[in-house]
């Protein structure tokens, strides 16, 4: 069912000769590094906005597109739905149209931004960074791999850090380390890789799947932060 707080859309930016839509959250001090937030499956939700917002609160620029065109949902068979008929070359696109509008941006300091994903906007995080190269300079999926376990990875050159649970059915392990394998094959990228004993979607506290883990979620958190900085700041 369509979620009744719809996308949390704030603005629009150019994107391949389109007019996209995300969410736009500015730091404080109003300077900062250009980051990129990715959806999950849900859509634009009032959770990705909130993470846009918490990162924005540690002084970063942060922008969501919306990937969906404004649907947002909280049930698992539409999100699919949504998900599947999205077309992939479309949302790199709007990724990267994301990554030119952040660079253009007043008060985003630097030349290349970071990218964090979640879901389905982990996967794709590492297809933004295969695809704009140098302009992402970090890249941090969480819980979610490219959609094609061949995917090439030439053209990344970010450096990657991964979150993904143990328990996570949708995601096993053996697919996390091949991926890393292929990145480090493909690139002289070598990924950072944290395993946590939770399931999928361990970092959304609106809990869809009841899989949130607050203890695990604050560990990657942190982790994420030490290492956007470490790559951005």
Request: hydrophobic fraction near 45%.
């Amino acid at each position: 069912m369509p979620d009744p707080g719809g996308s949390r859309q704030n603005i629009t930016f150019p994107s391949n000769g389109r007019t996209a839509h995300g969410y736009l959250a500015r730091p404080p001090q109003g300077v900062g590094p250009g980051l990129v937030v990715v959806q999950e499956w849900w859509g634009l939700t009032s959770h990705i906005a909130t993470m846009a917002d918490r990162f924005a609160a540690e002084g970063f620029t942060v922008l969501a597109p919306d990937l969906f065109g404004g649907a947002t949902t909280h049930d698992s068979a539409e999100a699919a739905r949504l998900s599947r008929e999205l077309p992939v070359e479309r949302a790199v696109e709007d990724l990267s149209g994301a990554v030119d509008h952040l660079l253009a941006l007043d008060g985003v300091v630097g030349d290349a931004v970071g990218v964090v994903g979640f879901c389905m906007g982990g996967g794709f995080a590492l297809l933004l960074a295969a695809r704009a190269g140098d302009r992402v300079a970090a890249a941090v999926p969480f819980y979610g791999l490219p959609p094609d376990p061949d995917f090439d990875y030439r053209g990344l050159t970010a450096h990657v850090l991964g979150h993904f649970g143990e328990l996570d059915r949708s995601i096993p392990m053996a697919a996390v380390d091949e991926a890393a394998i292929r990145i480090g094959e493909a690139t002289d990228v070598r990924p950072e890789i944290h395993f946590y004993p939770a399931g999928h979607a361990f970092m959304n506290d609106e809990n869809p799947l009841g899989t949130y883990d607050p203890l695990q979620g604050a560990t990657a958190w942190r982790r994420t932060l030490t290492f956007l900085w470490g790559h951005l700041g």
